[in-house]
C-alpha cells in the first residue's frame, strides 16, 4: 500500500512538472554547448548544428556568427583564432580562403562553418538564434552593420517562413537597423534598468535574452507581462536548469540539451 502511495506522488509531480514547463522551448547553446565535455562536436560547427537538431525535443539552436574580411558570415564564438583552432588571428581580419582551411583543434578536426554552408531545411518548425558580433576583436572597430544585413538578406533570412530567425543583438545601435530591415530581435541585457530603457526606446523589439544569473523569477514575469518574449541563457549544471526553467521564460538557450529535457519532463 505504501509503495502505491510512493507510486502515485511521483507520478503527480511528473505530471505537473511536465504541465508547468510545457511551453517553455529548448534550444542549443552555440550549437550542442560551449565547453561541455560531453558533446561530441566543437560549439558553432555544422556538425554540432546538425545534431543539435536531430535531438528529439530540440526546439532549435543559437549560433555566434562573426563577419569575415570578405564580408562573409561565419559561425565562431571566441574572439581570437588561436586558442580553439589551427588558425591565427581574428576572423574579420582574414579573407574567406583563408578561413575555408582552418580547422578546430578536436578529435574531428571540424572545419569552420559559414552561415550559408548551414542545411535550412533542417531548422523547418524550429528557432533560429544569431548572436551578432558588432565589434572586431583585433582590431576594436565595429562591425558594418549594413553588410551584415545585406549578407542576411542574400541568404533569404529575412524573408523565411518555415521557422523563426532571431537576431540577438548587445549594441543597441544595430536595434532600429535590424527591426526596419524586418528581423526579430532580441536585445542581451543584464538588469531592469536596460530594460526600461531599451523598451522605452524601441518599444517594437521582439524579445529580450539575458544569463540566468541576472534575473529573478519575479523580473522574467515583468518583462514577460510587456508582452515581450524572454530567454535564459548559461545553463549548465541541473541546478542551473531547474532554476532557468522554474522562472518560466519562453525559452532556455541551454548548454546542456539532453539534460535540460530530462528535467523539463
Known amino acids: 500500500m505504501f509503495g502505491k502511495i510512493v507510486l502515485m506522488s511521483i507520478l503527480l509531480v511528473s505530471c505537473s512538472k511536465k504541465k ?15 565547453e561541455i565535455l560531453n558533446s561530441v562536436y566543437h560549439d558553432n560547427s555544422e556538425e554540432a548544428v546538425e545534431m543539435a537538431l536531430s535531438i528529439e525535443g530540440c526546439d532549435g539552436v543559437e549560433i555566434d556568427i562573426q563577419l569575415s574580411k570578405d564580408g562573409t558570415l561565419w559561425l565562431f564564438h571566441d574572439d581570437h583564432l588561436d586558442k580553439e583552432t589551427n588558425g591565427t588571428g581574428c576572423i574579420n581580419e582574414l579573407t574567406d580562403s583563408q578561413l575555408s582551411s582552418i580547422e578546430y583543434k578536436t578529435i574531428h578536426k571540424e572545419k569552420l562553418a559559414r552561415l550559408e554552408d548551414l542545411n535550412l531545411t533542417l531548422f523547418k518548425g524550429k528557432e533560429l538564434f544569431l548572436d551578432i558580433r558588432h565589434v572586431t576583436a583585433c582590431s576594436g572597430d ?37 527591426i526596419g530591415a524586418g528581423f526579430k530581435v532580441d536585445y542581451a541585457i543584464y538588469n531592469l534598468n536596460e530594460f526600461n530603457t531599451c523598451i522605452n526606446l524601441y518599444p517594437s523589439i521582439s524579445g529580450f535574452v539575458v544569463r540566468n544569473s541576472d534575473f529573478e523569477k519575479n523580473e522574467i514575469e515583468m518583462i514577460k507581462n510587456a508582452n515581450k518574449d524572454l530567454y535564459i541563457f548559461e545553463i549548465r549544471s541541473p541546478k542551473g536548469i531547474r532554476s532557468a526553467l522554474n522562472k518560466n521564460p519562453d525559452a532556455v ?6 539534460a535540460t529535457l530530462i528535467e523539463k519532463y
Open 142 to 178: 565595429f562591425v558594418n552593420v549594413s553588410q551584415v544585413i545585406s549578407n542576411l538578406n542574400e541568404l533569404g533570412l529575412h524573408a523565411i517562413t518555415d521557422f523563426n530567425v532571431h537576431c540577438i543583438l548587445s549594441y543597441n545601435q544595430w536595434i532600429s537597423p535590424f
Open 20 to 34: 508547468e514547463f510545457d511551453q517553455i522551448k529548448v534550444v542549443g547553446h552555440a550549437a550542442t554547448g560551449l
Open 253 to 258: 538557450i541551454t548548454d546542456d540539451i539532453r
